[in-house]
């Protein structure tokens, strides 16, 4: 009886501490806030967009997010920081297609995205559009280019950062209209806005949450898409650009360093299910002029093997 009592008692402390009876992660995950590293810089339309979501979201979750800004060496720096993290759920990333498939054919990361992250979910796309402030000259993209043409190395690009979502397609439609101009890296699009601003860049790719927030400072040319979001702003493709490469449209996705328990994963990945079926959550991304267009980590996961071959072909054609 003696032995039988102790053992009773053995199995209710095994339960009481979840040890070797329930898989190690199959507890009440979340138990604490979860870190959201944004490799980008403040102001942009990652930083505009997590605001958002991560204000509805743990009402799914039952914690906060917590946002972490890591800007710096075209988003690598935080996303060396995600793809390093104990993958215990507790450190997510909020990127975007350029930053997670792109750079890996430009030069030699300190991680290996495919290997090291693993998609959550698709928040939504965003098509860029050519900005400048409002007392440039410029009326048209044409009248740009133009100018860029006549002035070769003059027109200056303010861009979020090297082989990031503005430097590619604007990189593109340079190149297919001819236009020599200077390349100005920033950390991210909100410091390539404030450059446009300030008058240190003549023309920036910025998204449209990012255009709205400058009210009338600025003016959009022309914009990625089938079809425009912005009232009177003609698209690319309406101007006669290819559109190869899906030229500035930029899909923002949420990570999670690959080895996360499944369970926890899972846990995640409903969660952002739930918040894109929220009201709240669309009235209030509909404010910022931001769309909805969800896609689930394991369909996401198709789309970034697609974009790893199409992006080794770009980068082929951007460096000849």
């Not at 003696?2 to 501490?17: D, E, N, P, T, W």
């Not at 710096?72 to 993958?87: F, L, Y």
């Not at 290996?112 to 048209?140: C, E």
């Amino acid at each position: 009886m003696k032995h039988r009592s102790i053992a009773k008692l053995a199995l209710g402390i095994l339960m009481a501490c979840g040890v070797g009876l329930t898989p190690a992660f199959a507890d009440d995950y979340p138990e604490k806030p979860i870190t959201l590293i944004i490799p980008l810089g403040a102001g942009g339309s990652h930083d505009l967009n997590a605001r958002v979501f991560t204000s509805v979201i743990p009402t799914y979750l039952g914690q906060p997010i917590v946002v972490k800004l890591m800007p710096g060496a075209g988003g690598q720096i935080g996303t060396a920081a995600a793809a390093k993290a104990e993958p215990d759920g507790y450190t997510l990333i909020f990127t975007h297609n350029y930053i997670d498939q792109l750079q890996q054919f430009v030069q030699k990361l300190p991680y290996d995205p495919t290997k090291d992250l693993v998609a959550i979910a698709q928040i939504n796309y965003a098509p860029g559009a050519i900005v400048v402030r409002a007392d440039k000259p410029w009326k048209t993209l044409k009248d740009m280019l133009d100018y860029g043409r006549k002035n070769p190395g003059k027109l200056k690009f303010a861009h979020s950062g090297n082989w990031g979502a503005s430097m590619v397609p604007g990189a593109q439609l340079l190149a297919e209209a001819g236009v020599d101009a200077t390349f100005i890296a920033h950390k991210g699009g909100g410091p390539a806005m404030q450059a446009v601003l300030a008058g240190d860049g003549d023309f920036t790719i910025a998204f449209p949450s990012v255009i709205e927030a400058q009210g009338d400072k600025v003016r959009a040319l022309a914009i990625a898409g089938d079809k425009s979001v912005l009232p009177g702003v003609p698209t690319f493709k309406e101007l006669g650009f290819k559109v190869d490469g899906g030229m500035g449209e930029m899909t923002r996705i949420v990570l999670a360093p690959r080895g996360i328990p499944e369970d926890r994963k899972m846990k995640l990945q409903a969660a952002f299910a739930k918040l894109n079926s929220d009201k709240t959550y669309k009235n209030l991304m509909k404010r910022i002029d931001e769309n909805t267009e969800y896609m689930s980590g394991p369909e996401y996961e198709k789309v970034r093997a697609a974009q790893k071959a199409e992006y080794k072909k770009l980068v082929e054609q951007l460096k000849k």
